[in-house]
């Protein structure tokens, strides 16, 4: 089955300063998803990954997937007390239909 | 956007009774639903796939005697946890695959048994 590891688990920045979340799998990646989640709250999607090298953008979050499909990141860039939750990287293998999750990084932001 | 729509949000149950949680989604038709746990400061911990007009595919480890799914429309899934027990409070979410556009998930459930 797919396993998903994320580093790292729990991340502690300054406001305005910026920061990087891996995350990497044991097999291929057919579809790499990035969500945040409030604890206790449902899950925001954030962005979709699905090509090697692929790299997306929105706001001040990029995530990218690297040439060989097993390894992704998501880079936030001048931090914000917004940005403060939990970044959860979900993979489908392909054909499983099914999406895993990897352990999460729970990030909190300083003011 | 797609939503998917969870019930109810809290809910509080007696040792030994049963709660059913109900996902829908509500402007998309979704053949495969997808029901995750969440214990506290840990991630989405799969349980089963629910797939509309079919049994469920539970992932090892789960009983499926006690979480009980069915998945009768193509926009609505339930989850019943029967017989509860205190063990088994936890935050409960669903998901929805909509073809094309991902996975679009509930806004969680928490059951609290006492």
């Known amino acids: 089955s797919q396993e998903l590891e994320q580093s790292p688990q729990s991340l502690i920045v300054q406001e305005g300063k910026n920061l990087t979340i891996n995350c990497t799998s044991s097999?291929?990646?057919?579809?790499l998803y990035w969500y945040k989640q409030k604890y206790g709250e449902g899950l925001i999607f954030l962005m979709m990954l699905q090509k090697g090298g692929e790299e997306k953008s929105h706001e001040k979050i990029t995530a990218k997937l690297d040439e060989k499909k097993q390894q992704s990141s998501l880079h936030i860039t001048a931090s914000q007390p917004s940005h403060a939750g939990i970044y959860l990287c979900?993979?489908?293998?392909?054909?499983?239909?099914?999406?895993?999750f990897g352990q999460g990084t729970r990030l909190t932001i300083n003011p | 956007g797609a939503v998917v729509s969870q019930h109810p949000s809290r809910v509080i149950c007696k040792s030994g009774t049963s709660v059913k949680i109900e996902c829908r989604s509500l402007d998309f038709q979704a053949t495969t639903m997808f029901w995750y746990r969440q214990f506290p400061k840990q991630s989405l911990m799969l349980m089963a796939t629910?797939?509309?007009?079919?049994?469920?595919?539970?992932e090892q480890g789960v009983e499926k005697d006690k979480f009980l799914i069915n998945h009768a429309s193509l926009t609505l899934s339930t989850l019943t946890v029967t017989s509860a027990h205190p063990e088994d409070s936890s935050f409960y979410i669903c998901?929805?695959?909509?073809?094309?556009?991902?996975?679009?998930f509930g806004s969680g459930t928490r059951l609290t048994v006492v």
């Open positions: 629910s797939n509309e007009g079919s049994k469920a595919t539970y």
């Open positions: 979900g993979a489908d293998g392909q054909g499983a239909q099914k999406l895993v």
């Open positions: 998901s929805a695959e909509n073809l094309g556009s991902g996975y679009t």
């Open positions: 097999k291929t990646l057919y579809g």
